[in-house]
């Protein structure tokens, strides 16, 4: 079984496309990556490497109910490397107001406000490690 590539500008497109119109989405990248080379000295694929990696969540809550009792508990579970890149694409796409270049550019800094959101929910799965007894967690 081969192991393919996550192709990063790919899956951009797909999840900044707007009902499968993938021509526009395009132009819109890339004059968002025009600007991204004007605005900053850097490599745009350097900028858009650090914005991702940064916008990358490790670990997530997942809620469990009970069968019988309709208690629930929130379990944190390691997130597997396609879904971490697919939520830290969607959380940057989604933070952005029309102004992509200028979120990519404050994410790749570590200064974008849902960074802090992001650094809250991962202490809060730390918090409840108490059920890490679990095989698949750490």
Not at 74 to 82: A, C, G, N
Request: hydrophobic share 35%.
């Amino acid at each position: 079984m081969k192991k393919q590539k996550t192709n990063i500008k790919e899956k951009m497109y797909n999840h900044f496309m707007i009902s499968g119109n993938k021509f526009t989405c395009e132009k819109m990248i890339q004059l968002n990556i025009k600007i991204l080379q004007k605005k900053s000295k850097k490599n745009h694929k350097e900028i858009f490497k650090f914005a991702i990696m940064n916008s990358i969540p490790t670990v997530q809550l997942r809620i469990v109910k009970k069968r019988k009792r309709k208690s629930h508990k929130e379990l944190p579970y390691v997130l597997r490397k396609k879904n971490r890149i697919s939520l830290g694409i969607k959380s940057i796409i989604n933070s952005s107001n029309r102004n992509l270049h200028e979120e990519i550019l404050l994410y790749a800094d570590k200064k974008s406000e849902v960074l802090k959101v992001k650094e809250t929910k991962q202490q809060l799965a730390v918090a409840k490690k108490k059920f890490s007894f679990f095989r698949w967690f750490f």
